[in-house]
């Protein structure tokens, strides 16, 4: 069965990082890219950051180049997003999602997703 099940949200200062996990199942990251999105009160959905299968490629959106990061580690099936510089205007609930294929993008087209963990960063 397939699953995503995102961790390490929690309350962070602004200035500070954190690193968020997806620990995937039922999959291999050999096949499927990963998208980290993230959704605001108030806001739309946003895509924040993709990486795809066999690490083909990557995507950052504007707002988070420079200060996050997204890595794999295929042996763990998980997929990481390093946030380091955190604002407060990056408090969300993060979502990670998984699609099948090489390439990745920031579009809503993903087929599986998490339930999200909440980040807040407090000014």
């Known amino acids: 069965q397939l699953q995503l099940v995102e961790s390490g949200g929690g309350l962070v200062q602004s200035g500070g990082s954190l690193r968020l996990s997806c620990a995937v199942s039922g999959f291999s990251l050999d096949y499927y890219g990963i998208g980290w999105f993230r959704q605001a009160p108030g806001k739309e959905r946003e895509g ?3 990486i795809g299968s066999r ?5 950052y959106a504007d707002s988070v180049k420079g200060r996050f990061t997204i890595s794999r580690d295929t042996a763990k099936n998980t997929v990481y997003l390093q946030m380091n510089s955190l ?3 990056d408090t969300a609930v993060y979502y990670c999602a998984a699609d099948n ?3 990745c993008g920031l579009g809503y087209y ?3 997703w998490g339930q999200g963990t909440q980040v807040t960063v407090s000014s």
Do not use: L
Not at 55 to 59: E, K, L, Q, R, V
């Open 87 to 89: 604002k407060p205007e």
């Open 110 to 112: 993903y087929d599986y």
């Open 55 to 59: 690490g083909a490629s990557t995507n």
């Open 48 to 50: 924040v950051s993709c």
């Open 101 to 103: 294929s090489a390439f």
